[in-house]
């Protein structure tokens, strides 16, 4: 395993619908890196999200953000967090992966597939963001 520290963003109040993928992302990051915002694959997880004031949890994911190595963000279910922590992610020079799942129900947002900073990759089933994942992390090395 690679001492890369990874931030996994993903959706929480905007729904968890794709939870269960978060876990498989999240179980598979970790067998090549360290995951700092591991917490958010949680199933328990609720759309409520963290407990705790709206400050606290800004303020450590932030630190967070500004601890990882990259970012590795599932952007399937839009939320406005992930797309708030991807543009501090951009500004801090930051490696972005985005995943998007492609089942032609939901539409990627412009602004993360029209940014030239960030590695989209569409992806149809979870082997292929698995694949995303690997080459992302070897190219951090």
Known sequence: MSDKKIYFA?????GRDDAETYGALVTHITT???VLSEIFADRKLTPSGS??????IYAKDISWVQQADAIIAEVTNPSLGV??????AEEWDKP???LFHETGERKLSAMIDGS??????RYMDIDEAKLAIDSFIRSLE
Do not use: T, W
């Open 10 to 14: 993903c959706s929480i109040r905007g």
């Open 32 to 34: 090549q890196a360290v």
């Open 51 to 56: 407990p705790g004031l709206s400050a606290d």
């Open 83 to 88: 797309g708030y922590e991807i543009a501090k």
């Open 96 to 98: 972005v992966l985005a």
């Open 116 to 121: 030239p900073n960030l590695l989209v990759v």
